[in-house]
């Protein structure tokens, strides 16, 4: 309304210090001391003030129409852009989408405000025990905080799948993989990827599942020069080839930066895979790749800024030797070993290497394959079809070996079968046999 104006509370001190000057109980030099200005400028205010009265005062772009403002097509044609792709995305995430899919610029704050206006986007407060947050480790490769998240990464399935993710606890540079659950072979395979890309860490910081660390830890057996471990998961066998020790976590708090990181992928990386129309495991993954450069680079630390602490894993050889699983088998008397229900035929030309009754280890590495070894030596092998016979019984090999305990049973009771009871009672059975 034009008889009604709009005045700051600064604009309403001016106005009371100049009336005091036209009562002349403040000189205009006194006025401009305590509005802080210079004389020349309390000069001009009371010119205004003289010439539109209490309208001078007012600042002069006051109602109108800022130059750098948007246009209501371009917001009307913003709101109706995020309805239609970004409905679930925060306003941050959004702009972010918005600029790499659509080339449209527009500032998260503005677009918070006009979701906030048109009731399409509420902040939702997280209220939690105030816990005091453990310091950084100090370099590169210290710690690494291993966990897995079980989500429902995709909307047109209603299967949960794990997301293993590792975490520096120094820059909190990520590196994760989807499978469809926490396993071993995952767990290995993200383990030899940062190997391969960064190097060996210190340290790692996992919780209390069975495929991180196993509950029984009985004991640890020597055998020639080779560490069998029994009752230790096989991550714990990995690990201590590698020389890297295991700290175990008590509670999610206590590896809290790998927790945070399962809610940006939780978020971010669930409405990307929404908003592109993936819903496979091969194309999840595919896309986490370029995902996992965004993310560190908004939200992780340059691994330039603290020193690096990652030990090069050329010194231990082979890392397809050290990460994988391995079994300790017998060699039978026919060169055959049994594993896991098959059956494996060692080659001709190792006589003089390895004997029968002696042990072989077998390595089963990430890509399914299978070596055999015994004293770093590996055994040429050939998997069987069918079970192999048993030895031929032949007088040679009873000579050799003496006579089988079961034959010996059988010719027994060959020889005193007329003393049994149902021999004494049963004369015609016994004329039949």
Not at 141 to 152: A, N
Not at 286 to 299: D, G, P, S, W
């Amino acid at each position: 309304m034009e008889d009604r104006l709009i005045m700051s509370k600064k604009e309403l001190e001016r106005k009371t210090l100049l009336e005091g000057y036209i009562c002349k109980k403040l000189s205009l030099l006194n006025v401009s001391e305590q509005m802080g200005l210079s004389y020349r400028q309390a000069k001009r205010i009371w010119k205004k003030y003289k010439e539109k009265r209490d309208q001078g005062l007012q600042h002069g772009n006051r109602g109108k129409r800022p130059r750098n403002a948007y246009s209501k097509g371009f917001k009307d044609s913003i709101l109706s852009l995020y309805q239609k792709k970004y409905f679930e995305f925060g306003p941050t995430f959004a702009a972010e989408k918005m600029l790499e899919d659509d080339r449209i610029a527009i500032h998260p704050e503005t677009l918070r405000l006009w979701l906030k206006q048109e009731g399409l986007w509420n902040r939702k407060r997280k209220r939690q025990v105030f816990r005091e947050c453990r310091e950084r480790r100090s370099c590169f490769g210290d710690l690494l905080q291993i966990d897995g998240s079980i989500h429902r990464w995709f909307a047109n399935d209603e299967k949960h799948y794990c997301l293993l993710n590792m975490v520096d606890d120094a820059t909190s540079i990520s590196l994760a993989f989807l499978d469809r659950g926490e396993t071993t072979r995952v767990l290995l395979s993200v383990l030899k990827k940062w190997i391969e890309l960064y190097g060996i860490p210190k340290a790692v910081y996992v919780d209390l599942k069975s495929v991180y660390v196993s509950a029984k830890r009985l004991k640890e057996k020597y055998d020639d020069d080779l560490l069998i471990q029994e009752g230790f998961s096989v991550f714990e066998q990995v690990c201590k080839k590698l020389n890297i020790q295991i700290i175990r976590a008590y509670s999610p708090q206590a590896k809290g930066r790998v927790e945070r990181k399962h809610a940006i992928f939780q978020d971010r990386f669930v409405k990307e895979l929404k908003l592109y129309n993936i819903n496979t495991i091969d194309e999840a993954n595919n896309h986490l790749e370029k995902f996992l450069i965004k993310i560190n680079n908004k939200f992780a630390r340059p691994k330039e800024s603290v020193s690096d602490t990652h030990r090069s894993s050329n010194s231990y050889g082979d890392l397809d030797q050290l990460i994988c699983w391995q079994y300790k088998r017998q060699l039978r008397n026919d060169w055959t070993i049994q594993f896991k229900r098959e059956y494996f035929q060692i080659k001709k030309g190792y006589e003089k290497i390895v004997k029968p009754e002696s042990f072989v280890i077998i390595k089963k590495h990430l890509d399914g394959t299978m070596r055999f070894w015994h004293e770093d030596i590996e055994l040429h092998y050939e998997r069987l079809m069918n079970k192999p016979e048993p030895p031929s019984r032949y007088k040679k090999y009873y000579a050799l070996k003496g006579p089988v305990p079961s034959l010996i049973r059988s010719r027994n009771a060959k020889k005193n079968k007329h003393k049994s009871p149902w021999s004494q009672f049963n004369q015609q059975w016994l004329k039949s046999a």
